[in-house]
């Protein structure tokens, strides 16, 4: 088994829908991380989490909100998303205070 | 001045070729350089990590830095098309620990 995994894979979803990403990290790390991936733009780094306390929040919409229960999981619900938050959307894990990052498969996100 | 900047792709080599891929930064206080490799459909896997000026072998990859000119390299030996992929500079340190990428580059190995 891969040492972070998200799901969904893909998914499709419309402008008033609401639905949440999973990612669940096996490494025993404490720290984890959301990032968004477009094309031609370098990873935006959106959430951090320490010891399950969000430590960074750079200046996401509220339409996209964090949930982190334990070290091990992290959430993302999306809700009234629009079509430019279509992307490719990554989490990642690492010791607290560790540069390396151990990233996710990703989920592929469409807003229609 | 972006804090991060990878030269644009796309890039196309024949089987066998050197490749050179690139990086240069702004903040001197970055301590941390990585190269990651991201295939299609798939998350970015860490391939190269250093955190000091010189080079780093490994296998067919050597990463190399040069603090004093903020510029930091990945050589590609005897490319095969299975290095075909995007590469992604990513650099820490400093006073966050925070990676900040590059926009990455497509490397493409032609059989």
């Known amino acids: 088994e891969t040492g972070v995994t998200q799901t969904p894979r893909h998914l499709v979803m419309g402008m008033t829908n609401k639905k949440s990403l999973k990612c669940e990290q096996h490494l025993g790390h404490n720290a984890m991380y959301w990032y968004k991936q477009s094309a031609k733009k370098p990873l935006e780094l959106m959430f951090v989490?320490?010891?399950?306390?969000?430590?960074e929040n750079n200046s996401v919409p509220s339409r996209f909100s964090p949930e982190c229960p334990n070290s091990s999981h992290l959430f993302l619900h999306l809700h009234t998303l629009q079509p430019e938050d279509s992307a490719l959307y990554l989490c990642a894990s690492s010791p607290v205070g560790g540069t390396e990052a151990f990233f996710g498969q990703g989920t592929r996100l469409t807003v229609v | 001045q972006k804090e991060v900047e990878q030269d644009p792709g796309p890039l196309s080599v024949p089987e066998g070729a050197i490749v050179s891929l690139n990086c240069t930064y702004s903040?001197?206080?970055?301590?941390?350089f990585m190269w990651y490799r991201q295939y299609s459909r798939k998350g970015p896997e860490l391939l190269m990590y250093?955190?000091?000026?010189g080079n780093k072998e490994d296998g067919r990859f050597t990463a190399q830095v040069d603090k004093s000119s903020k510029y930091i390299s990945l050589f590609i030996r005897d490319s095969q098309p299975s290095d075909s992929a995007t590469y992604l500079c990513a650099i820490g340190g400093g006073a966050n620990s925070k990676l900040t990428f590059g926009k990455g580059i497509t490397l493409s190995v032609r059989p």
């Open positions: 989490y320490n010891f399950k306390e969000q430590t």
């Open positions: 903040n001197s206080a970055f301590q941390y």
């Open positions: 250093t955190y000091s000026s």
